[in-house]
Structure formats: C-alpha cells, structure tokens
C-alpha cells in the first residue's frame, strides 16, 4: 500500500521515474506501473492500489490528455477526493479534471526544488494533513513502511449556479430518504444575527459575523447546517423560534445581536433547542478590533459542543479552515448580496448587476478566500450572453464574445481559491459555456453524486440530466436538496418529479408550495404541476399571485393556452408581445410550441443556435420553457448537436404534460 499513485502517459514515462524517486527521497511511498509484479492481473493490481493510495497523482501533457488509461486513473481520484494534478509541459487538464490548481512542471530536471515542496503541499492535504503537520520527513533511503497517513474522501458538492438570494455558501446537509425533509437529532439553522445600530453598515458587519459563525459549524459532518438561502430569510421575523424551526426543518437555532460603540463591539449570542424553547447556551462578548475574530469562533465552538460535537483536534482543524477571519470582507460581501437581489427584483436590472460585479470585486479583493464572489459577478455577463442568444440587445459596451470570455475568467479565477468539494460545480459552470462537451456525461454524474454538501439556489443543476438519462438520480439529488433548504427544496423537488413523472411525489409537494410569496420559478412549477395532474382550474387560480409585469407571467398565460389548445388566445398572446420594443426568441419560441407549429420551431431554435451563448441556452434555460418533450429537431441545431454528440447524449425528451395542439 503506497501513499501515492502515479498516472501518466508512457512517453513521460522517465519523468515519472524521476517524480518517484523524489518523492521517495521526502519519505513518501510511491506506486506507478513500474511496480507491477510479473504475471498480476493489470486491471486489478491497477485498482488495487488507486483504492488504497492516499493521493493520484496525474501527471498530464498533451500525450497523457489523449490517453484513455490517464483520464480513467484521473477520473478514480477526481471521484475519490485524491487528486493531485501537475503538468510537465503547460499543457492544461482536459475540461473535467481541473479540480485543483495545477502545478506547473514544464522543464523540471528531477531537482528537489519549490514546485515539489508546493507539490508535497497538496499532496498532505489530499491527505488530510495540515502541510507540515505529520509530514514525511526526508530521507536518504525510502522508507520501510508506509508513511502516515489518514485518506480523505471529499465529497462531491452539489450543484450550483444559484445566484437568488443565496450567494455560494456550502453547508453540510443530511441525505433525505423520502419527499419530506426529516428533522435530524443535530441539524441547526443560523439566523442572521441582529444590528442594534441604525447604521447600514453595522447591519452588513452583523450579516458578516453571522456567516462566519455558519461557516465554522458547517465543516462539522456531526451536523446539519441549514443554508445560508433558508435561515436568512428569517432576519428580522416575529414568528417564534420554534415555528421558524419547523419551518426549515432543525432542531436548534443560533440567533445573536451586534451592537457597536465607536470602535468597541458586543455580540451576544444563544442556542435554542426547538422543541421546548429551551435555551442550551448564551453568552455576550466585548470585542475591540482583531478580538471579534475570536468571538466569531468561540461563539461557533460553543455552539458545537451544546450540541454535542466533541471538538477533537480534526474538528477544530476544519472549523478553522473554513473560517475568514476577515469581517471587513465579510461586510462587503454582505453587500454585495443584498445588491444582487436589489438587482433581481428591479426594474433596473443591467445597471444594479453592474454595481453588484464592482462591489463583488472588492470583496474579493479584501479576501481572495471569498471565491464565490467571482460567482456572483458572473450573472451579469451570463444574463448578457443568454439575453443575446435569444435576440434581445444587450450592453453595446459589451459583445457576446466578451460576455462569455468574462463568463470562463470568472470561473477560473474561482477555481484559483475554491475548496476542492467546490470543484466540480465550476467544471459544470465552464462545460456549459465551452465549446467541448465531451466529460459532460462525467462532470453532470459528479455535480449530483453529492450528499454531504448543501448548495442551494436556482441553478443549472438540471443540465442535461434528460439528455444523459440521468433523471432517477436527478430526483435523489433534487430530493436530498429539501434538507439544505426546505423553503425552496420543495420547488426544486417537484420539477425534479415532473421530469421524471412521478404523479404520486407531484402530489405530495403540490401544495407545500406556498404561493403566497408570489416567487416567479415555484409559481411557475406549481401551474407545470396542476396541469400535469389535469388540474387546469387549478392551474388557473395561481394566476393571480404572479407579478404581472413579469415574464413568469406571460409564460404562464402562454402555458394555461396551450394547454387547453386554445388558438385563438395564444394568437392574442402574441399580438400583445409583439407590441413591446423587443420581443425575444424565447417566448417566440413557447407559443410555436403550443400551437403545435414545428417548422416555426426549427426556425427559432436555429436562430439561437447560430448566435454566441445558443448552445447554452438550449441546454439551459430552453428547459424552464415548458415540459414540452421535444422541442425542435436537432438537424435544426447543428452546434447543439455536435455539443450533444460529444457528451453522448440524445435529444429524446418525453412530455409530462399533455399538449392538445403539439403531435410531436
């Protein structure tokens, strides 16, 4: 049993020998090919010992990003949480396998110089060490034994691009076994806490402290920690504790106030048990300055261990990992949160995202740990590119191609400074916008193969899980979502069950749909829903609570028509849409849909083929159109066919719903 795997092309093969010995030389343990005894089975030896190495070690160039024995090796310790990738001639890895920073080895002559210290570095955290921390020690002979060690297997987070309300925050969660979230023993909700100032940006600093604390007692795997999306919505309610709980399914809450006097800070918090009201723990704190860091995380120890979390020095190392340790940061990001739903819920939506990407940039700047800001300053430019590929002007300061470049800087300068268990959600969020598709098929299986991590918000986490014939695992994935966010969990849910068909879950989440917050997507899901069930009077009752102004609106209008084949009010649809200054291919498209007219249909889509960002939009946003089945004929859409082809996908797609005027 070795400490490393070594996975690299045969012509690098003495490069590989070179990287061995100088492991070797720093106390590791080394398994590559070479070691393979006469007469073994290949296959299994192979296995073998990926399974038991604690870090895969790629060593990729552009002969190794051809082979087939490479990508498999990568693609076990991409899984697996082991990989650790380097590049011997600045060749990147392949879409799929950027899960860590590679490091470059172009000219390395087998010298033990800073690129294998970086390298032994990433190596002891693929391992679960601190670097230097129960490191290897270096050696004028290799070892007898192996060298400590404890594996580490890292979760794959779930999906997503969620930029509503949420942010990117990860939070562990509990896997959910059935439609309804189950309230675990250990689960916690932290509610923001409290600015007793009048000042707006004691009320940022206050969100701030507040998302350290659930940051620091989500790297625990003892508990359950409610998203950031759910519990915030609760800032400021006058519905009792225990009601609030019930609501997002815990057993506990953490709720605190700041108060600031000059420079000097008071921070009180408690600890609910839900179920009695009864206060577990409570303490107040008098901070000045760099002291506020240490409250932050006494604050959350304290916590942990009311709720019984024995605070071991592997959970302290994970809480301190997963802190900031910057409030100023914080603040900002706070900020910039609160400017992205400003944005959302506006009218100005361009103008107030651009005030959202400069204050995001800030906050990165202030803290480059806060790589989700990058996510968040990724909307404006997605909504560009997606707003173009459908035909609606965009900034005339900024081009499609511009867009989409800004899209991919964004991604991989997140990708710089993100977790590992973050990784695979930033591939997904590259593929979609690249022009290669081919680790789709992997990249998709990774993104939902998460059950340790919450990630929570509307998304992309339906990317082509049709196409792929990944729509069971879509519903597991969508049904374990209940237990990150049970406020928006059921939502997601329930169109999670409409592309799979399942009448008797679409049933059951039908009416936790509270329509009463009048949020465009859920509405939209639960009219999907009511027609589905042949419940069109239903249907019709939840149109009301839409905002009318909203496009959510007019596809409702647009989906109630088509359902009942009425032509004569999908014509009037039409007429009223064509008055506006612009009117885009998407709602173009939805009424050829439900008039049943095909050719009109390839028209539209071939139309938003051919503009930049059309295959993402097709793969996308396309999909939250209608549960149409088979939108148009992929000979339609030769680029989205090629992206199709190169995933292994196809475009069957059945339809739900039953559409009276559409017969393909």
């Known amino acids: 049993m070795a400490d490393i795997f070594i996975s690299y092309s045969s012509e690098e093969r003495a490069t590989a020998e070179q990287l061995a010995a100088a492991l070797e030389a720093r106390g590791y343990s080394v398994w590559w090919d070479r070691n393979l005894e006469g007469g073994a089975d290949f296959s299994d030896d192979i296995e073998r010992e990926m399974a038991e190495a604690s870090a895969i070690l790629v060593a990729w160039s552009g002969n190794a990003a051809k082979s087939h024995w490479v990508r498999d090796e990568a693609s076990y310790g991409r899984d697996a949480g082991k990989l650790v990738p380097i590049t011997l001639d600045g060749a990147q890895p392949p879409i799929g396998f950027r899960q860590v920073q590679t490091i470059d080895f172009t000219g390395w002559n087998g ?37 400590s060690r404890t594996a580490m297997i890292v979760a794959i987070v779930g999906a997503i691009l969620l930029l509503l309300a949420a942010g990117w925050w990860f939070t562990r969660g509990g896997d959910e076994s059935g439609a309804a979230a189950v309230v675990a023993e250990t689960s916690v909700a932290v509610l923001p806490f409290s600015s007793l100032s009048s000042d707006e940006d004691d009320r940022y600093f206050a969100e701030g402290v507040t998302q350290e604390i659930l940051n620091r007692l989500a790297a625990l795997d003892e508990l359950r920690v409610t998203s950031r999306s759910a519990s915030f919505q609760f800032g400021g309610s006058e519905l009792p504790l225990n009601e609030i709980a019930e609501q997002l399914h815990v057993s506990h809450i953490v709720e605190g106030t700041v108060r600031r006097s000059g420079d000097d800070w008071r921070v009180t ?149 993100a977790p590992h268990s973050a990784l695979p959600v930033l591939d997904q969020q590259a593929i979609i916008y690249s022009d290669d598709w081919s680790m789709a098929s992997e990249i998709v299986a990774a993104v939902m193969a998460d059950r340790d991590n919450c990630q929570i918000g509307l998304s992309y986490d339906d990317f082509l899980v049709q196409e792929l014939g990944l729509l069971e695992e879509y519903l597991e994935y969508s049904r374990h979502k209940i237990g990150c966010d049970p406020i928006q969990g059921n939502a997601a849910l329930l169109e999670a069950a409409l592309y ?110 051919a503009r930049p960002g059309g295959t993402a939009w097709l793969a996308t946003s396309a999909n939250t159109i209608c549960y149409c089945g088979k939108m148009f004929d992929l000979s339609a859409t030769p680029n989205f066919a090629a992206r199709l082809k190169e995933a292994g996908a196809t475009q069957s797609k059945s339809s739900p719903i039953k559409w009276p005027l559409k017969d393909w």
């Not at 601190?130 to 060298?147: H, L, S």
């Not at 024995?310 to 609160?338: C, S, V, W």
């Not at 939506?349 to 800001?373: G, I, S």
């Open 269 to 417: 918090a408690q600890l609910i048990r839900a179920a009695d009201n009864s206060q577990l723990w409570s303490d107040s704190y008098d901070a000045t300055g760099d002291d506020l860091l240490r409250v932050q995380e006494e604050i959350a120890e304290r916590a942990a261990e009311a709720l019984g979390v024995l605070l071991d020095r592997g959970n302290r190392q994970a809480m301190t990992r997963a802190g900031i340790n910057n409030p100023e940061a914080y603040a900002m990001f706070a900020r910039t949160l609160n400017s992205f739903e400003r944005a959302h819920s506006g009218p100005n939506q361009y103008q107030e995202l651009a005030e959202t990407v400069e204050l995001a940039d800030r906050a990165f700047a202030l803290e480059p740990k806060l790589w989700q800001a990058q996510l968040v300053a990724i909307d404006r430019p997605s909504h560009l590119l997606a707003d173009s590929a459908i035909g609606t002007p965009i900034d005339p300061d900024t081009s499609p191609q511009q867009a989409k470049a800004e899209i991919l800087r964004r991604i991989n300068l997140a990708r710089e400074h």
């Open 111 to 147: 010298g033990d110089d800073e690129r294998l210290t970086r390298l032994a570095s990433a190596i002891d955290r693929c391992c679960g060490r601190e670097p230097g921390v129960d490191a290897p020690v270096p050696a004028a002979t290799p070892p007898t034994g192996a060298a």
């Open 500 to 609: 799979a068909d399942k009448a008797d879950i679409v049933r059951e989440l039908i009416d936790k749909i509270d329509i009463e917050r009048g949020f465009g997507p859920d509405l939209r899901a639960k009219v999907q829903a009511h027609l589905y069930l042949g419940e069109i009077d239903k249907a019709e009752a939840v149109l009301p609570k839409f905002d009318r102004n909203s496009y959510f609106y007019f596809q409702a209008m647009t989906t109630l028509a088509g359902a009942k084949g009425d032509r004569a009010e999908l014509d009037r649809l039409r007429k009223f849409a064509e008055n506006f200054p612009v009117f885009p291919d998407a709602p173009r498209l939805h009424l050829a849909l439900m008039n049943g007219d095909r050719a009109l249909a390839n028209e539209i889509a071939a139309r938003i083929d």
